[in-house]
């Protein structure tokens, strides 16, 4: 076990869940499909890079109040970024001030094994947002 964390993009909101809910496993293409609603298209995954995770929880909270207070319920959660979160990640990630975060799949700090990820998945977010697609973030553990 551990801390998974994937960016993908889609059309809108919930459509992720909505393929997942509807779909069936094709085992002769090892796949799910549903014919009924397009599958959102994964740009990055992270195992373990608890303070990118932290970064992403942080902005979470501050999007939703007080209402859920946590990090810790960042679990899960389909968080929608923005253009301005990618401007901001960017001055984080290449200032090195991603903040420290820790939990009990987290694992430990990856900043330097990610730093390049993390900026080509920057470029690439915002590529699909100038295209009119929406970009997320959810993570497992």
Do not use: C
């Amino acid at each position: 076990m551990g801390l998974d964390m994937y960016a993908y993009v889609a059309a809108r909101a919930g459509q992720q869940a909505e393929f997942y809910e509807g779909s069936e496993w094709d085992p002769d293409h090892k796949e799910h499909r549903n014919p009924n609603v397009n599958k959102p298209r994964d740009i990055a995954y992270w195992r373990k890079h608890p303070n990118l995770h932290g970064w992403m929880a942080q902005r979470w909270l501050e999007r939703e109040g007080n209402e859920l207070r946590e990090t810790d319920n960042f679990n899960g959660i389909e968080f929608e970024l923005t253009a301005e979160d990618l401007d901001d990640l960017e001055y984080v990630v290449k200032k090195r001030r991603l903040p420290a975060t820790s939990g009990f799949f987290f694992g430990d700090n990856a900043d330097q094994h990610y730093y390049n990820e993390d900026l080509k998945f920057i470029q690439a977010a915002r590529a699909e947002m100038f295209l009119g697609l929406k970009v997320f973030y959810n993570s497992s553990w």
